[in-house]
């Protein structure tokens, strides 16, 4: 197995939908009063000779997104009024994510909604709220206020300039993030007494900044599982839950093993992020496109025009990476923005394999009985195998004994696997396979071949079917395993 590595693009991600506060400000709401003390005492002097002046202020960070092909940012608004901003909530709802957001780490209420409940008459009394709306083209993208500069000008008024630097992380997720920030400034600096709000945008490098001082956000941790093809594993925010379903679980709705994912605002849906050998889809009313997730060209999948995607594809060298949902209807728009950036995450290493696992092979069928041999439970030791009759024939008893011929490729050729010991016998018993049924047998051939190493395998047995007056018939049937190391 060609072993490659998908490279994460995550270095801090995940932080979709936080805030935070800039460190001019304490962490906790303060009530308008105890704002106006907090303002006047960070007010400070610049250039005496051109008049401008640092200013204080407060800030806060809302991840809202809303992408629009054509939108144009950075865009300014001020807020004067209560009514104003009930008025801006109203109108722009449907372009970006405005409602409330828990955080079930902390338990803090972090959403746009919930950072704007103390805005109320009290507080424009005293104070306006302008918001500074930008665009990244990466989630990781972080910002501070450094600053808000009061500069004079030649009508009386003044021009305000927020000074916000863009950190910048050496990698970063892609996908698009939009960002409301808060900023609060007394009133007497506020619309009423600006001409124009002229934001300065300095871009920094994130690795090794410090955090600002009051930042709060819902941060992220991985999750991963670990089988025959590789470790798969992914960044999710803390407002997730992941569930390991490992080889031979039956968690899965498919696949062989991965992660089975929940928000925690709505665990009644799930996302299935798993590895397999196979996958494959048909059927009308399915649209593909490509889009690059992961560093990877990932084909994302619909079916008959559903709001979202379906499935999402990562083909890779033998195996691949699925993601599947249980449909999703519980999900807000936000959450389904959180898939894609989980997605953007993920990360595959074949270097990192333990187990086994089983490849089909046209071999493992047997038409004429309608048998199919199928193994699970794969170990070094020894497996489960499985016959199965799939199908009704008029046919005889089908037999299947205890023997079995273990083979392993080398280079092109399969080889017999060399008996740890001489004249090794099995005992003469016959397990019967019922009429569209199953049975299973567990298979160990420590005593006859040892543990094996890491490679590919077949295993041999035969089903004897009785045609009457002691006649039969052998039907050998071989099926295919990966062992890893």
């Given at each position: ?336 923005n959180e898939t894609m950036a989980i997605l953007d995450s993920v990360q595959f290493d074949t270097g990192v394999a333990e187990g086994g696992a089983s490849q089909f092979i046209r071999e493992s069928e047997a038409d004429e009985i309608a048998v199919v041999m199928e193994v699970s439970r794969v170990t070094e030791s020894g497996l489960t195998v499985t016959f199965r009759q799939y199908d ?94």
């Amino acid at each position: 197995m060609k072993k490659t590595a998908w490279v994460i693009l995550c270095a801090c991600m995940l932080s979709a939908m936080f805030t935070g506060c800039a460190p001019a400000a304490s962490t906790e709401p303060l009530a308008a009063e105890e704002d106006a003390a907090a303002f006047g005492t960070a007010e400070k002097s610049g250039n005496d000779e051109t008049g401008e002046k640092m200013i204080g202020f407060r800030a806060k960070y809302v991840r809202t997104d809303g992408y629009r092909d054509g939108e144009k940012y950075p865009k300014t608004v001020w807020i004067t009024s209560a009514r104003e901003l009930e008025e801006y909530c109203e109108d722009n709802r449907e372009r970006y994510y405005l409602e409330s957001r828990k955080d079930p780490t902390s338990g803090r209420s972090i959403g746009f909604m919930d950072e704007i409940q103390r805005y109320d008459d009290d507080f424009f009394e005293a104070f306006d709220l302008l918001f500074v709306i930008l665009e990244e083209g990466s989630g990781s993208v972080r910002h501070e206020v450094t600053g808000v500069r009061v500069l004079p000008s030649q009508n009386g008024k003044h021009i305000l300039r927020p000074e916000i630097d863009r950190l910048v992380p050496e990698v970063g997720t892609e996908d698009m993030a939009e960002w409301h920030i808060m900023i609060e400034v007394e009133k007497k600096y506020g619309q009423a007494a600006s001409e124009k709000v002229d934001p300065v945008i300095e871009e920094k490098r994130a690795d090794g900044l410090p955090e600002p001082a009051c930042r709060s956000e819902t941060g992220g941790h991985a999750a991963e599982v670990t089988g025959p093809y590789g470790r798969l594993s992914v960044l999710i925010p803390d407002t997730w839950t992941a569930e390991p379903a490992p080889m031979d679980s039956g968690k899965l709705m498919d696949g062989l093993y991965g992660l089975i994912l929940k928000p925690t605002d709505a665990p009644a849906d799930h996302l299935e992020l798993y590895c397999t050998d196979s996958f494959g889809v048909c059927g009308t009313g399915l649209s593909e496109e490509t889009r690059d997730l992961a560093g990877c060209a990932a084909v994302i999948g619909t079916f008959d025009d559903h709001a979202h995607w379906d499935f999402v594809a990562f083909p890779k060298d033998g195996a691949q990476i699925v993601a599947r949902h249980t449909g999703g209807s519980s999900w807000t728009a936000a959450i389904w923005n959180e898939t894609m950036a989980i997605l953007d995450s993920v990360q595959f290493d074949t270097g990192v394999a333990e187990g086994g696992a089983s490849q089909f092979i046209r071999e493992s069928e047997a038409d004429e009985i309608a048998v199919v041999m199928e193994v699970s439970r794969v170990t070094e030791s020894g497996l489960t195998v499985t016959f199965r009759q799939y199908d009704e024939r008029d046919a005889g008893e089908l037999i299947v004994g205890e023997g079995f011929v273990l083979s392993r490729l080398e280079g092109e050729e399969w080889t017999e696997v060399p008996p740890v010991i001489e004249k090794g016998a099995f005992n003469d018993i016959g397990y019967p396979i019922p009429t569209q049924g199953k049975v299973e047998l567990e298979t160990n051939w420590e005593w006859l071949y040892g543990k094996l190493v890491p490679g590919t395998y077949r295993i041999t047995k035969t089903v004897w079917e009785t045609t009457g007056e002691g006649a039969s018939r052998a039907y050998p049937l071989t099926a295919q395993f990966i062992l890893a190391g």
